[in-house]
Nanobody, 113 residues
């Protein structure tokens, strides 16, 4: 079993930056990919970025060039730059493992002046 806890969300002005963190615990060795997703009010949850165990990354077109996903042994990170109001959402990290898919509780990101 894998447990995930997000942190780093908050209020930021348009054009600002945030770095989100996702700390994993439990059966970490079973994880083969981690990702970040977001859900805005009234909208469906959508992919932001993923990173495989091998370090391969994938980004949504809406954030490409502004967002970087990275990881270490226990934690994934989402560096977000040049933030826009439309980036406002609850951001969730996840982990894909041989035991299934795990989700964190989410962290709020609000981009507003």
């Amino acid at each position: 079993q894998v447990q995930l806890v997000e942190s780093g969300g908050g209020l930021v002005q348009p054009g600002g930056s945030l770095r989100l963190s996702c700390a994993a615990s439990g059966m970490i060795a079973s994880i083969y990919a981690m990702g970040w997703y977001r859900q805005a009010p009234g909208k469906q949850r959508e992919l932001v970025a993923t990173i495989s165990r091998e370090g391969l990354t994938n980004y949504a077109d809406s954030v490409k060039g502004r967002v970087t996903i990275s990881k270490d042994k226990n934690t994934s990170y989402l560096q977000m730059n040049s933030l826009k109001p439309e980036d406002t959402a609850v951001y969730y990290c996840n982990a894909f493992s041989s035991l299934g898919t795990s989700w964190g509780q989410g962290t709020q990101v609000t981009v507003s002046s």
